[in-house]
C-alpha cells in the first residue's frame, strides 16, 4: 500500500510536488549536487593556477635528493623504527599486562600505584618523557639505560604504551564474562591459574583490534626518539630525514620518510579495522 | 556415617540484603535434592556457598567430612572434589570442546596428556557429543553445551555434582538430553544437588525436594509429598504458578511476592 503511493507520485503529473513547491526533491538534490561539483572544480583549478608546481617539486620531489635517501631509509631508519616500536611494543605489553592486573587486584597498595603510574604517564606528553630521559643520568649519576641508545628509544616508548597497555587490558580482562573465572574456579584452578589459561587468553583476543591502532600509534610516537640526540646507525625514520634534509637543504627526504611511514601505518590501520568487523561478526 | 553435604544455619547477606536466612540440610551419599522455588528465593546463592563461589556470610558447609566453610582450608582443593553445571554453561569459549574438558584435568589434577585425553573422550562419549571432540563451543547448540560442561565437571572425579537450572537457557526441544544425561548420571548414583524448574524431572529422580522461599526452606521431603501434597500454601501457590502458568493471576493474594511481581491492570 505504501509502495504504491510512493511510486505513484513521480508518475502523476509533473511538477506537482506536494507541498505547491516548484521543484520535485530528486530535482532538488541533483542541483545541489551539481552546485557541490563545481565549486570542487573552481578550488582544483584555483589550487593549480596558484600553486608553485616547479617550486614544489624542487622542494618535496627532487629526484636525485630522493635517490640519496635510499637504500639507508629502508636498511637502517625503517628498520631501526621497527625496532623501537616493536621493542616499545613487547616490553609495554608486559608491563601493561602487570599494571592492568594491579589494577584489578583485590590488594589496595597495588591498585594505587598502578593508578597512580597509569594516570601519570597517560596524561603527560610523550616528549616530555624522552625528556626526562635524556636528562635522567644527570639525576642519577652512574645511571645508565642498559641496551644504551636502543634502550633509551625502548624504554621511553615502554613508559609510553605500558600506560595505555594497561587501560586497553583492563578493559579486555573484565571484557571477560566473570562466568568464565567462576567455571575455572569450580574446576579445581586457583585463581592465577584460572587468569593463565582461562581469562588471559580471552581478554588477548579482545584486545587485539585496539591493541594494532596502539601499535600504530607507537610507531609514530617513535619519531621522538630524535630528541635522544640519536645519530649514526641508530637514526630511526624521522631523524634520518631530518637529517638528509639539513645536508640537503631540501624537503624531498620528508616526503620520502612520510611515505615510508604510510607504507606501514596504513596496512596496519587497515588490518585493524578487518579484525574489528571480524571480532564483532563473531559475538 | 557421615552426610555427603552437610549445611548448617548457613546465611548470606549482599550488603544489606540477607538473601539466605539460616538454611540447614544435608544431602546423603548417591543422593539427587532438587532446589525448587520462586525467582530471588536464593537458590543460586545457596548451590554457589556449597563451592564457595560466594563466601557465607555465617554458617557451616561440609562436604564429604572436609568443612568448607573453614577458614584454613585449601579451597582450591576442596573444590576439585565437586563439579558445578551452570545456567549458562559457562563452557570456554577459545578452547575446543576436547581441550574445554582436558584443561582442568591437566593443569589441576596433573594428568598427563594422553590420560587426560581418553577421560575427555570417555566423558563426552557419555554425555553424547563424543562426535563435537574438535568444535568450538559457540559452534554448539546449547544443549551440547550443557552436555559438554557436565562432561567437563565429571572428568574430574567429583564426589557431587550442582547443577544450577541446568535447562533454563535451552531451546525447549532441547531440554530432554540434557536432563536424560542427568537422568544416568543419578541412576549410576551421583550424588547431585540440583537447582530446577523442570517438575516432573524432580518427582521422577530426586529422592528429596526442598522448596526454598524468601531465603529459608519452607518445606522439604519425597517429591511425592513436596510436589504431589504440599503443606504449606506458599509452595502450593508456586507450583500451581509453575506447572499451570497460564493462571498464575489467580493468585494474587496468595503472597505479596506475587502481587509485586504482576504489574498492574494500567495502560
Ligand atoms: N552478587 C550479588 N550481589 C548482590 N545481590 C545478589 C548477588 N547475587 C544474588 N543477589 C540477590 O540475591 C537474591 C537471590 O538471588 P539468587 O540468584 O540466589 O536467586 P534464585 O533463587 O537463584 O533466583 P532465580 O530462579 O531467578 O535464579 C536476589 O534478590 C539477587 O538479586
Ligand atoms: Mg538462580
Redesign the interface.
Known sequence: MADQSMTAEPAGPAGRAPGGSRLSPRKKQRISRGVQYVILIAAVVAVAFLTNWQGLAQNFAKMDVARQAFPDVFTVALRNTIIYTVGGFVFGSLGGLLLALMRLSSVRPYRWIAIVYIEIFRGLPALLIFLLILFLPLALPGFEVPGGTYGQGVLGLTIVSSAYMAETLRAGLQAV?K??T?????????HS?AMI??VI??AI?IVIPPTTNQFVSLLKDSSLVLFLGVSGEYVELTKFGNDLASTTSNATPILVVGLTYLLVTIPLGYLAGRLETRQAK?R | MAHAVEIRDLHKSFGDLEVLKGVDFTVDEGQVVCVIGPSGSGKSTLLRCVNLLEQPTKGKVTVGGVELTDPDVDIDAARRRLGMVFQSFNLFPHLTVLQNVMIAQRRVLKRGKNEAERIARDNLDKVGVGAKCDAFPPQLSGGQQQRVAIARALAMDPELMLFDEPTSALDPELVGDVLSVMRDLARDGMTMLVVTHEMSFAREVADRVVFMDGGVIVEEGPPDQVIGAPQHARTRTFLKRVLDPTHAEDDVSAGQDGAAADSPPAR
Open positions: 564474562p562466568g568464565q567462576e567455571a575455572a574456579r569450580s574446576l579445581g584452578m586457583s591459574r589459561s582461562v587468553p580471552q583476543r563473531g
